[in-house]
Nanobody, 121 residues
Framework: QVQLVESGGGLVQAGGSLRLSCAAS????????MGWYRQAPGSQRELVAT???????DYADSVKGRFTISRDNPKNTVYLQMNGLKPEDTAVYYC???????????????WGQGTQVTVSS
């Protein structure tokens, strides 16, 4: 079993900042990539940003220049620094651990429960 625990969501005014954190725990051997996805009401879940164990990053065009993803590999933790927040960033943000190698379960993808981010205008 692998667990992802997210923190850092909340309510912020447009132009403000938030920092999301997500820690993975359990019988983990390695994690290929970690990232953040988001889902707004009535919309599909979409990629926000991902980072590999080697530090390669990928961002959605809508957040480039405003959001920064980082990772602490020994702690199996990923962070998302969100600056210049806009009302359209309002969504539930989900942490993902991708291609996780577990002692017991082999390879798999794991998701957090989600944390609400609300940006008021």
């Amino acid at each position: 079993q692998v667990q992802l625990v997210e923190s850092g969501g909340g309510l912020v005014q447009a132009g403000g900042s938030l920092r999301l954190s997500c820690a993975a725990s359990g019988s983990i051997v390695s994690i290929n990539a970690m990232g953040w996805y988001r889902q707004a009401p009535g919309s599909q879940r979409e990629l926000v940003a991902t980072i590999t164990s080697g530090g390669f990053t990928d961002y959605a065009d809508s957040v480039k220049g405003r959001f920064t993803i980082s990772r602490d590999n020994p702690k199996n933790t990923v962070y998302l620094q969100m600056n210049g927040l806009k009302p359209e960033d309002t969504a539930v943000y989900y942490c993902a651990a991708l291609k996780v190698l577990s002692h017991v379960l082999g390879y798999g993808d794991w998701w957090g429960q989600g944390t609400q981010v609300t940006v008021s205008s």
